[in-house]
């Protein structure tokens, strides 16, 4: 059974961080590139960040880089770990965060070409 599962949101004020995580399990995504994608409340699910499958390469969309950053964690027990640290978060960082898997091992940004999604964690961002 595939896994996605995301961790670590909240709410937390304009200038400061949080960390999510998505465990993923059921598939060799050690193979996979993972992404992370947002939704806003009214917006379309956009782009956020993307890492190859072996963390050699990794993408951010431009509202983000500088301030986030994505990463692989070891593998345990067949779960695979992928990071989003995000850095001086704005208002206009609120959004549902998706963690997904995706069959091209290389890091990219189409969201059809992600094939496993997790439930989202929401993140909330005030003033």
């Known amino acids: 059974q595939v896994q996605l599962v995301e961790s670590g949101g909240g709410l937390v004020q304009v200038g400061g961080s949080l960390r999510l995580s998505c465990a993923a399990s059921g598939r060799p995504f050690s193979s996979y590139a993972m992404g992370w994608f947002r939704q806003a409340p009214g917006k379309e699910r956009e782009f956020v960040g993307s890492i190859s499958w072996n963390g050699g390469t990794s993408i951010l969309r431009d509202s983000v880089k500088g301030r986030f950053t994505i990463s692989r964690g070891n593998p345990e027990n067949t779960v695979y770990t992928v990071y989003l640290q995000m850095n001086s978060l704005k208002l206009e960082d609120t959004a549902v965060y998706y963690c997904?898997?995706?069959?091209?091992?290389?890091?990219?940004?189409?969201?059809?070409?992600?094939?496993?999604w997790g439930q989202g964690t929401q993140v909330a961002v005030s003033s």
């Open positions: 997904a898997a995706s069959w091209n091992p290389r890091a990219h940004s189409d969201v059809h070409g992600y094939e496993y």
